[in-house]
């Protein structure tokens, strides 16, 4: 009976972990989907990257910081970034890639499997920075947190003219 109670326990424990851990997961795509945060160009690299600051919200530092680098992406495709003023940066603002309001909509089934969870987004984004003080601010029950992330915006903008989503700069002329 010991033996049964031991196998079970090793059998069931690792599975209510995993579940545990899905759980999160989901939730954390949870308040992705609602795209609540904040982006602002900090500089525009010689490689055509994009170095941004993401404000991300959420009840877990971490998981502020892993859903980050889809918030980059998204930004950068259906809301710009935010000019920073700064005198040292004066960095300007950038216009949406994607100018149809509609897009996400009409290409859903593009965005949905580009922003899961391991999705094509992850190609065009790295961290940059995402320690240091004034990064992370306790706002009641959630946090608001600050993370710097590279953005290969020149391939984003490729990879979202090969599906047709938007235009091709050659087409205009």
Do not use: C
Not at 53 to 80: C, E, M, P, T
Not at 118 to 129: E, F, H, K, L, P
């Amino acid at each position: 009976m010991k033996r049964f109670v031991v196998i079970l326990m090793l059998v069931l424990l690792p599975a209510m972990l995993f579940a545990g851990q899905k759980n999160k997961t989901k939730k954390a795509n949870a308040e992705t989907a609602a795209w609540r945060y904040e982006i602002q160009n900090e500089a525009v690299g010689a490689d055509n990257t994009v170095l941004v600051r993401v404000w991300s919200y959420s009840k877990s530092v971490d998981v502020a910081r892993k859903q980050a680098l889809k918030n980059a992406v998204h930004g950068l495709i259906f809301k710009g970034a935010a000019a920073n003023n700064d005198r040292s940066k004066r960095a300007r603002a950038l216009k949406p890639l994607v100018s149809d309001p509609n897009a996400e909509q009409t290409y859903a089934s593009f965005f949905d499997s580009f922003f899961a969870d391991g999705g094509d987004y992850a190609r065009y984004v790295s961290v940059a920075n995402s320690s240091g003080a004034g990064n992370v601010v306790k706002m009641g029950k959630e946090y608001k947190v600050a993370v710097y992330v590279t953005v290969q915006y020149s391939e984003l903008r490729n990879r979202l003219e090969s599906e047709g989503i938007i235009k091709s700069l050659d087409s205009i002329f």
